[in-house]
């Protein structure tokens, strides 16, 4: 049953307002009465009524003036406004306040039973839909986790217009990163003896791999985490410092080697504009994965080794062969022949990359950055330096190309 309250000065008028609609066949009940606004926000308050029946002029607080302060205490109430002043200027405000109608006093039953019938099939509607948009929300929310990971499957394609991906993010709630890079990583699988072996349920082995990231990626917050068509993870992080930043994929590759004897492949890129770089660049970090995963266990493991220990000044092509337990000639050869380089070229390439990576920090001075690399010469680290830039550390600084 719909509750409704009458607020009007004139003692009578409730009366045969009240009289009228107990006599009509609605499904209505006058819950209270109120002889002026200031009175009548207390009932509304008590009552919560669906439906208000309000005079303009009244003492104290008018019907006006009341309507504007109603919207504070209930938002889903039909007003319908009853006056003796035929004025256009009072239509016109009660108009701008959003009152269902606007009756002029006396008021018949055939008229006042018609508006009343409106309203109630008004809110019937009204609160029909709102139902819905609730259900509507409530199912966004619980499916929330799939819509996000199906369009971050989109928008890594490139096929997404700039106009509807923002439209998402924002729909999708999306907490973006101000300062963004993408992390893609691949499974190449479990290294034993020589041998990938690939004996995990995958689906398990993606959540496990997943929810090692989430925890390690909590201090990076805001980050987007989703699975493409083909199962590599990718993270959108922010960069608070872009050498850690780096330094992440190190510390998440270490962890899932530990914890679920996996072997992954990662691959990193800054991002300049989260919005229309994403596809780009992702699908120059997959290119790198995949030349990576075409390569043979021992080089993949090769290749790690030295990603991890560049920075020993010591690290060399016999230590690696015994830690991988072959012959060093074996293992030069298999480096050349799929890297297309020797292990030493290959490792000066690292340390260097390291080092642009570290000089991204502007403080951190260029004798610090090749001790940090694995030179405790300077002039060596600036020889390897310029062999593979075509500049000195310092020139390269001062072009500004480490920002």
Not at 104 to 112: I, R
Not at 263 to 286: F, G, K, M, N, W
């Amino acid at each position: 049953m719909l509750k409704v309250v009458i607020v009007d000065d004139e003692p009578k008028i409730r009366r045969g307002l009240k009289s009228l609609i107990t006599t009509m066949e609605l499904d209505m009940e006058v819950v209270g009465e109120a002889e002026d606004g200031e009175m009548a926000l207390d009932v509304v308050a008590e009552t919560r009524p669906d439906i208000l029946l309000v005079d303009i002029c009244m003492p104290f607080l008018d019907g006006l003036q009341f309507i504007e302060q109603l919207k504070s205490i209930v938002t889903d109430s039909i007003i319908i406004v009853i006056t003796g002043h035929d004025e256009f200027s009072y239509a016109q405000k009660a108009i701008k306040l959003q009152v269902f109608d606007y009756l002029l006093k006396p008021v018949f039953g055939e008229q006042l039973m018609a508006v009343l019938q409106r309203a109630a099939e008004q809110l019937a509607h009204s609160r029909l839909q709102n139902q819905y948009l609730t259900w509507a929300n409530q199912e966004t929310k619980k499916n929330l986790p799939f819509l996000r990971e199906n369009f971050c499957r989109d928008w890594i394609k490139g096929q997404l217009s700039k106009e509807y991906i923002e439209t998402q993010l924002n729909f999708l709630e999306f907490d973006l990163p101000p300062i963004s890079g993408m992390i893609v990583v691949k499974v190449a699988g479990q290294f034993t003896k020589g041998q990938l072996l690939k004996d995990w349920d995958r689906d398990l082995l993606l959540f496990s791999i997943r929810n090692i990231y989430r925890e390690v990626l909590e201090q990076w917050q805001p980050y987007i985490m989703f699975h493409d068509e083909a199962d590599n993870l990718v993270v959108i992080t922010s960069i608070h410092n872009l050498g850690e930043w780096y330094e992440l994929s190190s510390s998440l590759q270490q962890l899932v080697e530990e914890y679920l004897q996996q072997v992954v492949i990662i691959a990193q890129r800054p991002l300049s504009d989260l919005v229309t770089c994403i596809s780009p660049v992702y699908h120059e970090l997959i290119l790198e994965l995949n030349r990576k995963a075409s390569y043979t266990p021992i080089v993949l493991l090769s290749q790690k080794h030295i990603e991890t220990y560049y920075y020993k000044e010591d690290l060399s092509l016999q230590n690696l062969a015994d830690t991988i337990q072959i012959s060093p000639t074996y293992l030069s050869r298999l480096l050349k022949n799929e890297i297309g380089v020797s292990f030493i070229d290959y490792l000066i390439q690292v340390r260097v990359e390291k080092a642009i990576q570290i000089m991204s920090d502007p403080t951190v001075k260029l004798y610090e950055v090749a001790q940090r690399v694995g030179y405790n010469n300077q002039h060596y680290f600036s020889t390897a330096f310029k062999k593979v830039v075509g500049l000195s550390p310092a020139e390269y600084r001062k072009k500004g190309n480490w920002r």
